[in-house]
């Protein structure tokens, strides 16, 4: 019995201390994915988008976001996941990053959401390393939650595109 308490005792000492990070989590295919719950500015169900010309495949257009053009990614399809079509279930996730003083907002396209999981920070694994046939960069770390693992994503490495980092000096 007092075991159980000091367990109980530590799980809100980590509440209180910081040490949990919470998730929102999503699918792509039959994986799951997992955004810091702090990135996401908002869901919103999947709408047309303007086509740009001449962009990456799995870049899908933009969408005037209250004022603001965003660009849209499709995520299954950035992950070389293959193309799937568009259901009701069907959302974009509204994320944004910061580089410097910049704010950059992208939304992306995933099959559905799931929910928000709380994880300890303790609990999360780094990605495997499966050689350089196999990227992991966008993967910042795994954890397990309720019998199923979760992809942590890093929004940063993921939404930095190309003609970005050529910005930097």
């Known amino acids: 019995m007092a075991q159980e308490d000091i367990q109980v005792n530590k799980h809100q000492h980590n509440k209180r201390t910081g040490n949990n990070m919470q998730f929102l989590s999503f699918t792509l295919g039959n994986e799951e994915y ?27 257009g933009v969408v005037n976001l209250r004022g603001s053009i965003v660009p849209i990614i499709d995520l299954r399809e950035r992950f070389n996941l293959g193309y799937a079509e568009y259901t009701p279930l069907t959302v974009v996730v509204v994320l944004q990053t910061g580089d410097g003083n910049k704010i950059r907002i992208t ?14 920070k303790a609990r999360i694994q780094s990605a495997p390393d499966f050689g350089a046939k196999v990227s992991t960069e966008f993967i910042s770390g795994l954890v397990s939650v309720n019998d199923r693992m979760v992809m942590l994503l890093d929004v940063d490495k993921l939404l930095k595109l190309d003609d970005v980092t050529q910005d930097e000096s």
């Open 107 to 120: 939304g992306v396209v995933v099959d559905s959401v799931s929910d928000v999981v709380d994880v300890d």
């Open 34 to 60: 997992g955004v810091d719950i702090l990135r996401v500015q908002e869901i919103r169900s999947w709408e047309p988008v303007s086509r740009i010309p001449n962009v990456a495949a799995y870049e899908k």
